[in-house]
């Protein structure tokens, strides 16, 4: 892991980081070692960034350090012509008002969390040798499909909060069921480019004993303001052991 | 409204009253005037007197009074004929593995709303002249049905929190498109005596622009702890006016 940036933003330390070939950002509160949440996004860190920032710095004030690394075939990264295919065929049934098949989701999804994994492990691993990170991890955001595999196979990872907006193979629907951390799952009820029945049959496959739906109205990026404080008390009960008063 | 007893819990005084042939209880925390939250219950105070008492201790923590009227024909009141009939017919046939037909839910439900809503209604008459209540007024729990028929008529109420786990007239299914105050709907994911398809189209079709889902696991009775947190911060943006910090 290497430093590439390093400022001071309003209460949060950004440091840019690069892993390999992967670019990925760590924020990280004054107080350390902090409990560690990994912010899932859709891809192009250049794009998100302003979310992610506003999501880093809302985790700080909790006393949470966050981080993210760029998703494969996005941002700067070497694209993939089998993945810009498959979007480019997604695009093309949707523009003619016909549904994402079950084919063209596995080629869209299943390659990227696959690749993805991996990557977001050897984070990890690289994240929790640093003196400043500490203690349990959360994973935090979309896409889903990767926040499942991972909350699967990384053990290492307590408690996840998902979000429902993306499209999900069908193989991930099995793998949901042997989840078994603590859940927090945030849906967009009326995001029209989502699929609400797919997310609560994936809601529903879930195998945590603790799981939480949250529905709210507002469209794929209304999420309301007060999911954050959601979140963060989610994630203060797993993460930090803050219990009933 | 006739006070019949007064006695002070830990950190809240209770009292129970009267009104015409109702009664009811009014729970008041220690500052003064305080914003009301009207208790739904499914019927028998006595039954459920302990968990309205840790809901009203749960309120009086964050400054909220709250009260309850005994539902027609439960508890100590008169019972009815119908209402027994149509109970029994309910569960003579959930015994014999049949479906609730909507017509045994509108005779259960609908004479129970049109009974109660005035009822509620001469209740917040009668609180809202003490000196001890001031301010907006919400509804937390169930009868669903109650809940939707209140926030449609009664424009003192500002916010409601659901419970979804009764049966619903298909006549409350388009009164709640009137609905337009801000909403918290709880339901438990896996209750086997609630069904939840018929929840996820009353949520659907509630018409406030926020409304909002948490869906949790654990049968009728397990809601988690956190979400009496949930819905004290819920009323405190609505009713007292908390916003993000």
Chains 1, 2 share one sequence.
């Not at 098949?101 to 390659?111: A, C, G, H, S, W």
């Not at 994994?117 to 896409?143: F, H, K, N, R």
């Not at 799952?185 to 945590?208: H, I």
């Not at 529905?215 to 009933?244: C, I, Q, S, Y």
Request: aromatic fraction near 6%.
């Amino acid at each position: 892991m290497r430093f590439t940036s390093d400022q001071h933003l309003d209460g949060v330390r950004e440091r840019a980081f690069t892993l390999g070939e992967v670019p990925g950002i760590l924020w990280t509160p004054e107080t350390a070692p902090a409990p560690l949440i990994l912010l899932g996004h859709p891809g192009d860190l250049h794009k998100t960034h302003p979310r992610l920032v506003a999501r880093a710095r809302h985790c700080a004030a909790e006393g949470f350090a966050s981080a993210t690394i760029e998703l494969p075939w996005s941002g700067d990264r070497p694209r993939s012509a089998a993945a810009e295919q498959a979007r480019a065929d997604l695009r093309q049934a949707l523009a003619a008002g016909e549904p994402a098949t079950p084919e063209v989701i596995d080629r869209l999804v299943l390659p990227l969390v696959d690749q993805a994994v991996p990557e977001w492990q050897a984070t990890l691993d690289a994240l929790l040798a640093l003196p400043e990170i500490g203690g349990p991890v959360g994973y935090a955001g979309g896409i889903i499909s990767l926040g499942v595999r991972l909350a699967v196979v990384e053990p290492r990872i307590s408690a996840a909060l998902l979000f429902a907006g993306s499209f999900v193979p069908r193989a991930l629907f099995e793998e949901a069921r042997q989840v078994t951390i603590p859940l927090l799952v945030l849906l967009q009820w009326d995001d029209e480019g989502n699929d609400r029945q797919m997310a609560l049959d994936l809601f529903d496959a879930l195998g945590s004993a603790e799981k939480t739906l949250h529905a709210n109205m507002g469209g794929h990026t209304g999420v309301p303001w007060f999911e954050g404080d959601d979140g963060n008390r989610f994630f203060a009960r797993h993460l930090k052991g803050v219990v009933r008063p």
